[in-house]
């Protein structure tokens, strides 16, 4: 590779980067193309761990009635079965085996003196949380390293592309502890469900072959984009080396689609029969009822976490600096990660309404147990952590602001902003089934209470989370605004629009929750659409109203790098750790909503412990599991400045940054 | 504090709002008294609105009594919120942390003497809460009930088996006698108009309408079901205070609340109703209820009609997925 970018000339260099990119793609896409051939053939294999003796025997009982019967045997070979689809309903033959039945046994659940559901479930979360990681970062460094590209000032280009590569830097140990990880998965799944991860890779037998190349694939690209950013750092080679991270992440976006496919399989079969057997389709394994409202909610949700980790890096970096410059350096790039997890974060909710909606569309009992019954109070809980993390992002801008000369005039406002959010909050998170003593329940006189049992249904949640979520648009745009005056000559006109437009859509807001009881649900669910819609509109139509009105505006001081509050910078430790805590909960919820069935109502979970654990049991798994992985990402960081060369920072340590700019680098490469 | 009453409908509403009156007019005050030159200083600002919206409002003003695990979470919400107001900027910060840094820092007897009783209290504070967390309890213990557990996918009710996702309520018809869910729905009034009906002379709107037919007809028979069978523990009002229900713990379902059948397809309450208590699966544990399995007491007709009846007396639409 160094050859191809020894000096050349323009022409031949252009020439040869287009040729090399080519060359990249034929080579990285070559698993792909080769795995057609295994998808021709389909799934469906024998499953490892096979039906159970006694069904054996009684199998071959049958074929001997049949045979004494009178019924050719060689007639039977030749005759296919068919089955019909669980969830497609089409006809087709039945070319798997049956999912095994299990029983509780060493052979089909093999055990250590321990639970084995609670050891997958750490595994499993582990991959998670790394796979997450590794899968966002290089969508931010895409999306960095093309700002630092249009960027027409050279400095701050050259500090995004600094940003891009310490992002990058960070998540290349993660990576290899990710395909550890899944390692270590596997072999749990190997070795503790023997017979249902023999059933599922016997359905899934040519996607884990695609998945295992394409992680191949992905490695490759990573490695070169990674190892090749000094050698294509001008000129055209710059947009090959960008071209790098798009294919890192269409490839990176493939596998966890694939990935999600086995999760929305046993959530919600298809391309089954009653009996499990495989029917010869396999876009129907894929395409299950849920898998495309997972694939859109993980990917906000992987991003949403990639940012949080990145900023807790930052924050981190940032308390134990010892020079202004480091500060001023960790502080910009918590500011950029932090905004780029929450840029994600806002439509999470949305996807998460929607996957919520496939869900009760599939199986109302599912909805129900999630929702209403069994598992709903932990979603409660799970509307806490998205108030913390709403909450959170509001307070950081609200320090962010002192950093600015001008800030303090928005920051005598916070007190009423801190009013809407608490009770959006309370709102949001008041439970339907409350907790309470027998004698609490007599006093209250009945399971629900009059004034509250309001704020527990869907209705009142969606306005207390809209309201959340356009407070922290208003946050978003004062701080825009921090040290800037617009002077264009409709300054006046657009900040009354603007506040008008804020108003109106939430007073339509809170109109439509309230209005939402006095309608049949089906209606109310629609209402959420034209609540969303005003939120959305804030976003995507204010913000760039504000930019438009603040471009050229009058700079009422420097952006001071660096001087906020260490209080912030545990504001955005927190906002990661809740994210981390969230995804765990959230991970949790999703497995547990099959109760007793491996795959859901074709394979049953036999294992003594096919049983929802405890609302305590859960909390304490998921903080181990967020404890061990923040532990073991602290190593990655460590691991990350070990490979850093230190350089001395040159710069005005005394003089402010302009406004807009970037702090000088703290590490170089 | 019942001088002010709750009005019926627009509690949740009319809570948010007193609130937000009360804290306007906390800020109000502080903002004249600072121009008099004696404002509050912001720690006790703080500790004043969590004492007033905690301690006071949500404790005597409204009513029935919250339990301890909402005012908890209330408590607790309300608690990083004044924290996020005091520590919102700088200056704030450092004046919220002033008394505190005073009493710490001070030469005074005054803050000594402070200083030495916080040293004091602080710990036997804590220790007389650890006692009291650890103190064995005579209480009943707290019940996490799961009100409304998944159904399962069939049930059979009389031999006949229906899928609860699918199944379909057969009264719910026009006037010609087609299942209609609209026409049904355009005939429901809301209680909080304080009327039953729309119209007492139309036979489409009138029960008792001597030329009534189709759905409103069935809700008439509906009602005579109900009030045979069911208003002894639902109450003549729907509201879960029938003459019974107090001899009961917890009290039956309040069908007006808009937690109860408002949230649940019919088919959901089909299944209830047929199976009773008894029949709660294992999630309705600690199944606190004695509901009778009623289709050891009524017809598959009669339980369809008698559940027409509730969600038209309460005006409340059954929920559905298209």
């Given at each position: 590779?160094?050859r191809l970018?020894?000096?050349?000339t323009?022409?031949?260099?252009r020439f040869?980067?287009?040729?090399?990119?080519?060359?990249a793609?034929?080579?990285?896409?070559?698993?792909?193309i080769?795995?057609?051939?295994?998808?021709?053939?389909?799934?469906?294999g024998?499953?490892a761990?096979?039906p159970?003796?006694?069904?054996?025997?009684?199998?071959?009982?049958?074929?001997a009635?049949?045979?004494?019967a009178?019924?050719?045997?060689?007639?039977e070979?030749?005759k296919i079965?068919?089955g019909?689809?669980?969830?497609?309903k089409?006809?087709?033959?039945?070319i798997?085996m049956?999912?095994?039945?299990?029983?509780?046994?060493?052979?089909f659940?093999?055990?250590?003196?321990?639970?084995s559901?609670v050891l997958?479930?750490?595994?499993?979360?582990?991959?998670?949380?790394y796979?997450?990681f590794?899968l966002?970062?290089?969508?931010?460094?895409?999306?960095?390293?093309f700002?630092?590209?249009?960027?027409?000032d050279?400095?701050?280009a050259?500090?995004?592309d600094?940003?891009?590569y310490?992002?990058?830097?960070?998540?290349?140990?993660a990576y290899?502890?990710?395909?550890?990880?899944g390692?270590?998965?596997?072999?749990t799944?190997l070795?503790?469900?023997?017979?249902f991860?023999?059933?599922l890779?016997?359905?899934?037998r040519p996607v884990?072959?695609?998945y295992a190349?394409t992680?191949?694939?992905?490695?490759?690209?990573?490695?070169?984009?990674?190892?090749?950013?000094?050698k294509m750092?001008?000129?055209?080679?710059?947009?090959?080396?960008?071209?790098?991270?798009?294919?890192?992440?269409?490839?990176?976006?493939?596998?966890?689609?694939?990935?999600?496919?086995?999760?929305?399989?046993?959530?919600?079969?298809?391309g089954?029969?009653?009996?499990?057997?495989?029917?010869?389709n396999?876009?129907?394994?894929?395409?299950?009822?849920?898998?495309?409202?997972?694939?859109?909610?993980?990917?906000?949700g992987?991003m949403?976490?990639?940012?949080?980790?990145?900023a807790?890096?930052a924050?981190y970096?940032?308390?134990?600096?010892?020079?202004d410059?480091?500060?001023?350096h960790?502080?910009?790039?918590?500011?950029?990660?932090?905004s780029?997890?929450v840029?994600?974060?806002?439509?999470?909710?949305?996807?998460?309404?929607?996957?919520m909606?496939?869900?009760?569309?599939?199986?109302?009992?599912?909805?129900?147990?999630l929702?209403?019954?069994?598992?709903a109070?932990?979603?409660?809980?799970?509307?806490t952590?998205?108030?913390?993390?709403?909450?959170t992002?509001?307070?950081?801008?609200?320090?962010?602001?002192?950093?600015?000369?001008?800030?303090?005039?928005?920051q005598?406002?916070i007190?009423y902003?801190?009013f809407?959010?608490?009770?959006?909050?309370?709102?949001?998170?008041t439970?339907h089934?409350?907790?309470?003593?027998p004698a609490?329940l007599?006093?209250?006189?009945?399971?629900?209470?009059p004034?509250l049992?309001?704020?527990?249904?869907?209705s009142?949640?969606?306005?207390?989370?809209?309201?959340?979520?356009?407070?922290?648009?208003l946050?978003?745009?004062?701080y825009?605004?921090?040290?800037?005056?617009?002077?264009?000559?409709w300054?006046?006109?657009?900040?009354?629009?603007?506040?008008?437009?804020?108003v109106?859509?939430?007073?339509?807001?809170?109109?439509?929750?309230?209005y939402g009881y006095?309608?049949?649900?089906?209606v109310?669910?629609?209402?959420s659409?034209?609540?969303?819609?005003?939120?959305?509109?804030?976003?995507?139509?204010?913000?760039?109203?504000n930019l438009a009105?603040?471009?050229?505006?009058r700079?009422?001081g420097p952006?001071?790098?660096g001087q906020i509050?260490?209080?912030?910078?545990y504001?955005?430790i927190?906002l990661?750790?809740?994210?981390?805590?969230?995804m765990g909960?959230?991970?949790?919820?999703?497995?547990?909503?099959r109760l007793?069935?491996?795959?859901?109502?074709?394979?049953?979970?036999n294992?003594?412990?096919?049983?929802t654990?405890?609302?305590?049991?859960a909390?304490?798994?998921?903080?181990f599991?967020?404890?061990?992985f923040w532990?073991?990402?602290?190593?990655?960081?460590?691991?990350?400045t070990l490979?850093a060369?230190?350089v001395v920072?040159k710069?005005?340590?005394?003089e402010?940054?302009?406004?807009?700019a970037?702090?000088?680098?703290?590490?170089s490469? | 504090?019942?001088?002010?009453p709750l009005?019926e409908?627009?509690?949740?509403?009319?809570?948010i709002a007193?609130?937000?009156i009360c804290i306007?007019?906390?800020s109000?005050?502080?903002?004249?008294?600072?121009?008099a030159?004696?404002?509050?200083?912001?720690f006790?600002?703080?500790?004043l609105?969590?004492?007033?919206?905690?301690?006071?409002y949500?404790?005597?003003?409204?009513y029935p009594?919250i339990?301890?695990s909402?005012?908890?979470?209330y408590?607790?919400?309300s608690?990083?919120?004044?924290?996020?107001?005091?520590?919102?900027s700088?200056?704030e910060?450092?004046?919220?942390k002033r008394?505190?840094?005073n009493?710490l820092?001070?030469?005074?007897?005054?803050?000594?003497v402070l200083?030495?009783a916080l040293?004091?209290?602080?710990?036997?504070g804590?220790?007389?809460?650890?006692?009291n967390?650890?103190?064995?309890?005579?209480?009943?213990?707290?019940?996490?009930?799961t009100?409304h557990?998944?159904?399962p996918a069939?049930?059979?009710?009389?031999?006949k088996?229906?899928?609860?996702?699918?199944?379909?309520?057969?009264?719910?018809?026009?006037?010609?006698?087609?299942?209609?869910?609209a026409?049904s729905?355009?005939h429901?009034?809301?209680?909080?108009?304080?009327r039953?009906m729309?119209?007492?002379?139309?036979s489409?709107d009138?029960?008792w309408?001597?030329?009534?037919?189709?759905?409103?007809?069935?809700?008439?028979?509906?009602?005579?079901?109900f009030f045979?069978?069911?208003?002894?523990c639902?109450?003549?009002?729907?509201?879960?205070r029938g003459l019974w229900?107090?001899a009961?713990?917890?009290i039956?379902?309040?069908?007006?609340?808009?937690g109860?059948i408002?949230q649940?397809?019919e088919t959901?309450?089909?299944w209830?109703?047929?199976?009773?208590?008894i029949?709660?699966?294992?999630?309705g544990?600690p199944w606190a209820?004695v509901?009778?399995?009623?289709?050891?007491?009524?017809?598959?007709?009669e339980i369809?009609?008698?559940?027409?009846?509730?969600?038209?007396?309460?005006g409340?639409?059954?929920r559905t997925w298209?």
């Amino acid at each position: 590779m160094g050859r191809l970018f020894t000096p050349m000339t323009r022409g031949k260099k252009r020439f040869s980067a287009v040729t090399a990119l080519i060359v990249a793609g034929v080579f990285l896409t070559l698993p792909i193309i080769l795995s057609v051939t295994a998808m021709a053939g389909g799934g469906g294999g024998g499953s490892a761990g096979g039906p159970p003796p006694e069904v054996l025997e009684q199998r071959k009982a049958a074929a001997a009635a049949a045979a004494e019967a009178g019924e050719s045997v060689e007639g039977e070979a030749v005759k296919i079965e068919t089955g019909r689809d669980v969830y497609y309903k089409t006809e087709g033959p039945a070319i798997g085996m049956p999912a095994p039945i299990t029983a509780d046994n060493e052979t089909f659940y093999p055990r250590y003196n321990f639970e084995s559901r609670v050891l997958l479930w750490v595994a499993n979360q582990q991959h998670l949380y790394y796979g997450s990681f590794v899968l966002a970062v290089p969508i931010f460094c895409m999306c960095i390293e093309f700002a630092g590209m249009i960027s027409k000032d050279k400095a701050m280009a050259k500090k995004y592309d600094q940003l891009a590569y310490d992002f990058i830097r960070i998540s290349l140990t993660a990576y290899s502890l990710t395909a550890i990880l899944g390692g270590i998965l596997i072999f749990t799944f190997l070795t503790l469900y023997p017979a249902f991860f023999g059933y599922l890779s016997g359905i899934f037998r040519p996607v884990m072959h695609i998945y295992a190349l394409t992680f191949v694939a992905e490695s490759g690209v990573l490695y070169i984009y990674y190892y090749g950013w000094d050698k294509m750092r001008e000129g055209v080679l710059k947009w090959v080396h960008l071209s790098m991270c798009v294919i890192l992440n269409v490839i990176g976006t493939v596998l966890m689609f694939l990935a999600n496919s086995w999760i929305a399989f046993m959530m919600s079969p298809a391309g089954v029969d009653e009996q499990g057997r495989y029917l010869g389709n396999i876009w129907h394994v894929l395409h299950t009822a849920l898998w495309n409202p997972l694939n859109v909610h993980r990917i906000l949700g992987n991003m949403a976490f990639g940012g949080g980790v990145v900023a807790a890096y930052a924050a981190y970096r940032f308390l134990s600096s010892n020079t202004d410059e480091e500060r001023a350096h960790y502080d910009w790039m918590g500011y950029i990660a932090m905004s780029l997890g929450v840029a994600f974060l806002i439509p999470l909710p949305f996807a998460g309404y929607w996957l919520m909606r496939e869900v009760y569309a599939y199986r109302q009992q599912m909805g129900i147990t999630l929702m209403g019954g069994l598992l709903a109070w932990l979603f409660i809980i799970q509307a806490t952590m998205i108030g913390i993390l709403f909450l959170t992002t509001n307070y950081y801008l609200w320090q962010a602001l002192g950093r600015m000369t001008g800030g303090e005039r928005f920051q005598k406002y916070i007190k009423y902003l801190v009013f809407i959010l608490v009770v959006g909050l309370l709102v949001f998170i008041t439970p339907h089934t409350i907790v309470m003593s027998p004698a609490e329940l007599k006093a209250m006189g009945g399971q629900q209470h009059p004034v509250l049992g309001n704020y527990g249904v869907m209705s009142a949640k969606n306005g207390g989370i809209n309201a959340i979520i356009m407070t922290t648009i208003l946050s978003f745009i004062w701080y825009q605004r921090g040290n800037k005056v617009p002077t264009v000559s409709w300054s006046k006109f657009g900040n009354i629009f603007m506040g008008c437009f804020f108003v109106v859509a939430q007073i339509n807001n809170i109109a439509l929750a309230v209005y939402g009881y006095f309608i049949p649900a089906n209606v109310r669910i629609g209402l959420s659409v034209p609540q969303v819609a005003g939120t959305l509109s804030c976003l995507l139509l204010m913000t760039p109203l504000n930019l438009a009105m603040l471009k050229g505006g009058r700079q009422l001081g420097p952006i001071r790098w660096g001087q906020i509050p260490p209080r912030s910078q545990y504001a955005i430790i927190m906002l990661a750790t809740a994210f981390t805590w969230m995804m765990g909960l959230m991970g949790y919820i999703r497995s547990s909503v099959r109760l007793f069935w491996h795959v859901n109502e074709v394979m049953r979970d036999n294992s003594p412990w096919a049983y929802t654990h405890t609302i305590g049991f859960a909390a304490n798994v998921i903080s181990f599991n967020v404890l061990f992985f923040w532990i073991s990402i602290m190593f990655v960081f460590w691991l990350g400045t070990l490979g850093a060369k230190k350089v001395v920072i040159k710069g005005p340590v005394s003089e402010p940054i302009p406004a807009g700019a970037s702090p000088q680098p703290a590490t170089s490469h | 504090m019942k001088w002010i009453p709750l009005v019926e409908g627009q509690m949740p509403m009319q809570m948010i709002a007193e609130l937000a009156i009360c804290i306007l007019f906390f800020s109000t005050c502080n903002y004249l008294l600072k121009k008099a030159g004696v404002g509050v200083p912001k720690f006790w600002a703080g500790i004043l609105v969590w004492c007033f919206v905690n301690l006071f409002y949500l404790k005597y003003r409204i009513y029935p009594p919250i339990p301890f695990s909402v005012r908890a979470i209330y408590g607790t919400v309300s608690a990083c919120g004044i924290f996020m107001w005091v520590s919102g900027s700088q200056e704030e910060w450092l004046e919220f942390k002033r008394p505190i840094i005073n009493v710490l820092d001070g030469n005074t007897a005054f803050t000594k003497v402070l200083r030495t009783a916080l040293l004091l209290l602080l710990p036997i504070g804590l220790g007389a809460f650890a006692y009291n967390s650890l103190l064995p309890s005579f209480d009943e213990p707290i019940e996490l009930r799961t009100v409304h557990p998944a159904p399962p996918a069939t049930t059979k009710v009389h031999g006949k088996t229906y899928v609860l996702q699918t199944a379909q309520q057969p009264y719910r018809i026009d006037t010609e006698g087609k299942y209609d869910p609209a026409y049904s729905n355009a005939h429901i009034v809301d209680q909080s108009m304080g009327r039953l009906m729309k119209d007492v002379n139309s036979s489409e709107d009138n029960p008792w309408d001597p030329n009534a037919k189709g759905y409103i007809k069935h809700v008439r028979e509906g009602g005579e079901i109900f009030f045979q069978n069911c208003h002894f523990c639902h109450g003549d009002n729907l509201n879960g205070r029938g003459l019974w229900a107090f001899a009961f713990n917890p009290i039956p379902a309040n069908f007006t609340d808009a937690g109860t059948i408002a949230q649940l397809q019919e088919t959901f309450v089909f299944w209830r109703v047929a199976k009773g208590g008894i029949g709660l699966p294992g999630e309705g544990f600690p199944w606190a209820s004695v509901m009778p399995p009623w289709e050891q007491h009524l017809t598959v007709d009669e339980i369809w009609k008698v559940i027409m009846f509730e969600y038209w007396h309460t005006g409340y639409y059954p929920r559905t997925w298209d």
